[in-house]
């Protein structure tokens, strides 16, 4: 009897959690950011969205070695990785993929051509930021079974 008592008690602040707008933008925020960056990050090796190497800036190109698509080998590895740290500790990892957006900004902007693109990156930026404010709030604050 004391177990269903038990049960109640742990059940309400649960609750209380799953039901908390800003909990649930931060779990909307943490799956986002981890799933999205390690799909982008696989398909810089399979190029079946886009050409990746197009949006590399010329100037970029020029000082890694190797060629382009070789960089965005390098690039889609940083995004497995961004996304895997997201995953697993979201209040670093909402300012890895922030610092790694504002990167691909600074590139795009160089392109001519990509400017709406990097508008769009600056959005995800701010979300990221978003990310990781919201992860030191809810840190700790995961819900139990």
Do not use: C
Not at 32 to 47: Q, S, W, Y
Not at 57 to 84: F, N
Not at 95 to 123: E, Q, S
């Amino acid at each position: 009897m004391s177990s269903a008592t038990t049960t109640t008690t742990s059940a309400a602040p649960r609750r209380a959690t799953l039901t908390d707008p800003g909990y649930q933008a931060f779990v909307v925020l943490r799956v986002g950011f981890t799933v999205a960056p390690i799909l982008f990050g696989l398909d810089k090796f399979a190029n079946l969205l886009v050409d990746w190497p197009v949006y590399l800036a010329p100037w970029i190109d020029d000082l890694v070695p190797g060629s382009a698509q070789a960089a965005m080998h390098a690039v889609g590895v940083v995004e497995i990785v961004a996304g895997l740290v997201v995953a697993l500790a979201p209040r670093f990892g909402g300012w890895l993929v922030a610092g790694w957006l504002a990167g691909i900004i600074v590139n795009l902007l160089t392109i001519p051509g990509h400017y709406d693109i990097a508008l769009r990156d600056f959005g995800l930026l701010l979300a990221a930021v978003a990310l990781a404010r919201l992860a030191q709030r809810y840190h700790g604050a995961r819900p139990t079974r």
